[in-house]
Structures are given as structure tokens and as C-alpha cells.
């Protein structure tokens, strides 16, 4: 006797997925908003100063901007003073990086050198840049080595303050386990310490980064012959507003591509910790 196989009714239809969202947006959703809200900067400004909004003597176009920062980059005159500023910045920023993080691990390291240095970083670290050049420059001239010195001071303090709170803040049990294993002090402490604290380092790192050419710029203004922050201040007094613009855009795209190293260097060093938090 032959047996029939009911199957249940609409169970042979297939059933369709849920529509998925747009991969290539999901993506380059950033990309693209970012890019979407440039244009937007773009245009409103063109338009202030298009509509007469703003006088052209203190805004230019966003053309006449371009414009003059591709003449100083195929003329020399802007790319001459970019250099000068860059070697100033960098050199700044590395004694500042040697010297904070140096100092930072030895002052995290021993808690009352934490409680010694304390009221020193409260008032050091809160006192403005601004107000301490004349003592830069009494000590030390309009020369070369005052904007280094400045550079080095603007950049320290969030090197510095990050690393002592990034090695006092490791976690006693990581070294713990370590002692219990028997491992020795100089292996916690490249094998550890400095692992887990580089990844609270790094902010100061990056923020000190940005304020190498901010110090910088505040600096080449009280003396010197070349850098990009005389270039920015000779262009003002001359009312060559679409030069000066060109300078600050200058200095904008350099702190946009140092940002990017730092932004890859803390990816690179940082990538461990990703495996263990799911960023």
C-alpha cells in the first residue's frame, strides 16, 4: 500500500531574506558624511564672502585660498617657510616625547614621587603658554633655541601627566600574577607595565602632537627670519588675505598628517589590546 507525503503547505516556497543594508555605505559611512560636510564648509564659506557678507580684505574665497597656497607651493615662497617650522615641531615634539614619557614612567612608578610631583603638575600644567614667552625669550633669545624650548613645553605636559597616570593606573593584578610567577622586575616592567600603559599614553601623545605647531606658530611670532607662522603674520600686516589663509591651511593639513602617523602609530603599537576588547 502506497503512503502520500502531505508536506505542510508553504513550506516549499522559499522564504526571502530581510533586505541588507547597503554594504558600500556601511562602510565608507564616515568617508562620506565627512565629505558631504566639507562640501557644506566649502560652499557657506564661498557664500559669506560671495554675498558680501564679509569683506574680502579679511576673508578670502575658498578659490583665491587654494589658489594662493598652490602659487606658494610651485614658487617656493610658502614651501620655504613650511620646512623651517616642520624641523622646529618635530624636534620639539621628540625631546618632549623622550623626556615626558622618561619621566613619567619614574614619577608613576614610585607612588611618592606621584604625591611630590603633584602640586607641581597642578600648576604648571594650567599656566598659559602665552604668558611664559617673555620668560622664554629673556632667557634664551628670539633665536632657534626659544621656539625649540617652547615647542618642548607646550608638548611635555600631556606626555608627562598621560604617562605617570597611565603606569600608576596599571592594574595590581596583572602585577601581581607576574611576581607570583616569579617573574623579576625588569621583565614586569617591559612586559607589563609598559604593554598596558601605552594605550593610555597615546592621548597625550597625539594631543601633544597638536600642540607642537600651535606653540610653534605663537613663537616664530615674537622673532626670526623664516617659519610658517611669520609667513601667516607678514601676509596679515601686508593684507594678503589669501596668502595668510593659505599659511593657516598650510598648517591644517600638516596637523592633519600628523595626526594620521600618530593615529597609526597607536594602531600598530595598540593592536594586542584590540584581541582582548573587540575594537
Do not use: H
Amino acid at each position: 500500500m502506497a503512503t502520500t507525503t502531505i508536506e505542510p503547505a508553504g513550506l516549499e516556497e522559499e522564504i526571502t531574506p530581510p533586505k541588507a543594508p547597503n554594504a558600500f555605505l556601511a562602510r565608507y559611512d564616515r568617508l562620506i558624511y565627512g565629505a558631504l560636510g566639507l562640501l557644506a564648509f566649502l560652499v557657506l564659506w564661498w557664500w559669506i564672502v560671495a554675498g558680501g557678507y564679509v569683506s574680502d580684505l579679511y576673508l578670502s574665497t575658498p578659490q583665491d585660498t587654494f589658489g594662493a597656497f598652490v602659487s606658494g607651493l610651485a614658487d617656493g615662497s610658502l614651501r620655504s617657510e613650511v620646512w623651517p617650522s616642520v624641523q622646529r615641531a618635530l624636534l620639539g615634539f621628540v625631546i618632549a616625547l623622550v623626556a615626558g614619557i622618561s619621566l613619567g614612567i619614574v614619577v608613576g612608578s614610585v607612588p611618592i614621587f606621584q604625591k611630590l610631583a603633584e602640586p607641581i603638575l597642578l600648576f604648571f600644567r594650567n599656566l598659559s603658554l602665552l604668558a611664559l614667552l617673555p620668560v622664554f625669550v629673556v632667557f634664551l633669545g628670539i633665536g632657534e633655541e626659544s621656539k625649540v624650548a617652547i615647542v618642548v613645553w607646550a608638548c611635555f605636559w600631556p606626555i608627562f601627566v598621560n604617562a605617570v597616570g597611565a603606569v600608576g593606573g596599571v592594574e595590581r593584578i596583572l602585577l601581581n600574577a607576574a611576581r607570583t610567577l616569579g617573574a623579576g622586575r625588569i621583565y614586569i616592567f617591559t612586559q607589563v607595565v609598559l604593554p598596558a600603559a601605552i594605550p593610555a599614553i597615546f592621548p597625550g601623545i597625539r594631543l601633544a602632537a597638536a600642540n607642537a605647531f600651535t606653540a610653534l606658530v605663537a613663537a616664530e611670532l615674537v622673532g626670526g627670519a623664516q617659519g610658517i607662522g611669520i609667513y601667516i603674520n607678514n601676509a596679515a600686516l601686508r593684507y594678503q588675505t589669501p596668502q595668510m589663509y593659505a599659511g593657516i591651511l598650510a598648517l591644517g593639513l600638516i596637523g592633519i598628517l600628523v595626526n594620521g602617523v600618530m593615529t597609526a602609530a597607536e594602531w600598530r603599537l595598540t593592536s594586542w589590546q584590540r584581541g582582548l576588547t573587540n575594537k
